[in-house]
């Protein structure tokens, strides 16, 4: 049978700053308010009967939220405090053998759950997935996917999985009613009884939508061109033409499992690009590097341990292209007037920003991927997602991310995240002193702003309810200051 579920989570948040710190906000799914607030969502769903070949969910999750707003908030929209009424998840989903489709608007699986308890969010900044990292709201949509399935001629030693999809934004943004495809394709190998790798592309590309008086059409010659990764036909922007349809970009992973006697563990590189020099790793070093490793008994005091390094400095290079030589314009058509005085470097990758698609990869003015890589207008402390958000003013960072989790008196769960970064804006605008764009890697000293923040988060179950608490805290020099503090109470009940 279809077991039924049922929950409701009241919480409120207070800070020192007004602003909520960091941690209480990000990789929240876009619902916690940004100031000192409160949340509640009831949310209930079935789960998918196994004992039937061909199976069948659903889930709905409503939430409302109060903010008691700020200066820049009142500033941007006319009003300080602000409430909110908002639909996280509205889907239905049908499975039959190794295919699902998921309708409607639904949560992305993360991964790195500490202590059991995917309640308490995961211990990864970016939930395992640099593109899709749970701290933007869901957008209704469907996606098709395969779960592994063995490739033939490999003693199932090679497996085939992945994801193929599209949704449509709802929020303000520069381009309006923009939509999104989403491709994702992975191979698995079975190394040994023990270890497994695992390699593949997660690529996403907005596209379609209005700006001003420019529109790109929904065709399927668009559509077709944005699926495969092609440039714009003569009638698109010519920035379409010279690189590819929309903006398109991306995650490239590599990762390692390990399954030891009662534990495991995990490495991963995960590697953003945004064109085609980062797909094809010329914006190596740059990724998330994970190591997580963890008990199969999530009772201990510790049952797991995360640690992470981002480095995203690079982006290709520090330069785009340079004039092409003499030699090199023989070999080029001259009627091609991009490339013919000019050969692509491929530098200035500028992670999830675009020149057309101006908002960026966000959704309700937060990063859809990584929320390290904040949002334009963090820094001067006048973003708020109400308004509309031109893309994130960080994506050249340097940090290492700890957490540990596991249930106090084996009993208690908590997830303890303290993270350390080195932030430096973008190429093009620098957060302090000289770019370091258009010249000689390591020719400019740069100089980041520091930034640490940190969360201890638990929960207490009793039974049918459950009191959560969190508590936050912020300081450098990217964001304010601060402390917040977060309490509250979730009841749940399931039944068959």
Do not use: C
Not at 86 to 95: G, N, P, Q, R, V
Not at 194 to 208: E, K, T, V
Not at 430 to 437: D, L, N, R
């Amino acid at each position: 049978m279809n077991d039924f579920i049922l929950s409701l989570l009241l919480t409120g948040a207070l800070s020192s700053g007004g602003s909520l710190p960091f941690w209480a906000t990000a990789n929240q799914w876009g619902l916690m308010p940004e100031n000192d607030g409160a949340l509640a969502v009831l949310a209930a769903h079935t789960q998918y009967d196994t004992s039937k070949d061909f199976q069948w969910r659903w889930g709905v999750s409503l939430a409302a939220n109060y903010d008691s707003g700020t200066a820049a908030a009142e500033a941007a929209t006319g009003k300080a405090a602000d409430f909110r009424l908002m639909a996280d998840e509205l889907y239905a989903s049908a499975k039959w053998k190794m295919f699902s489709v998921d309708l409607g608007m639904k949560h992305f699986d993360l991964d790195f759950y500490g202590a059991g308890t995917p309640t308490l969010g995961s211990m990864s900044t970016t939930g395992g997935h640099i593109v899709w990292s749970g701290n933007a709201r869901s957008m209704p949509g469907y996606i098709i996917n395969l779960d592994p399935v063995p490739l033939p001629w490999t003693n199932k030693h090679a497996w085939l999985y992945g994801s193929f999809g599209d949704f449509k934004t709802l929020d303000n943004r520069y381009v309006a009613g923009a939509l999104v495809h989403r491709t994702k394709v992975f191979l698995k190998f079975n190394i040994t009884e023990r270890l497994d790798f695992h390699f593949g592309f997660d690529h996403y590309a907005l596209w379609a939508g209005k700006y001003d008086k420019a529109e790109m059409p929904i065709t399927l010659e668009n559509y077709l061109r944005i699926v495969l990764g092609m440039h714009a036909s003569s009638k698109g922007s010519q920035s379409d033409q010279i690189n590819v349809i929309g903006d398109q970009g991306g995650g490239e992973l590599l990762r390692f499992d390990w399954r030891g006697d009662g534990w495991k563990a995990t490495f991963q590189h995960d590697i953003p690009y945004a064109d085609g020099s980062g797909m094809g790793f010329q914006n190596f070093p740059d990724g998330v590097n994970t190591l997580w490793f963890g008990f199969d008994d999530k009772d201990r005091w510790v049952s797991d341990i995360l640690y992470e390094y981002q480095y995203t400095m690079w982006q290709s290079g520090t330069r785009h292209d340079r004039p092409t030589t003499e030699e090199e314009r023989q070999h080029l058509d001259p009627n091609d007037q991009y490339h013919y005085w000019r050969k692509i470097i491929g530098g200035g990758d500028d992670y999830f920003n675009n020149g057309e698609y101006k908002s960026g990869w966000t959704y309700y003015g937060r990063p859809m991927g990584d929320p390290l890589m904040v949002p334009k207008g963090t820094y001067k402390q006048t973003w708020t997602g109400r308004a509309m958000v031109l893309g994130v003013e960080n994506n050249r960072l340097k940090a290492h991310h700890v957490s540990i989790a596991g249930k106090l008196f084996k009993k208690l769960p908590y997830k303890l995240m303290l993270t350390y970064s080195k932030n430096y804006g973008t190429y093009g605008a620098p957060y302090t002193g000289e770019s370091q764009w258009g010249k000689d890697p390591g020719t400019v000293k740069e100089t980041p702003l520091h930034q640490v923040s940190g969360a201890l988060v638990g929960e207490i179950p009793l039974r049918h309810f459950a009191i959560t608490w969190g508590l936050y805290a912020d300081r450098g020099q990217l964001l304010e200051d601060n402390f917040g503090a977060q309490i509250g109470l979730r009841y749940m009940f399931s039944a068959q």
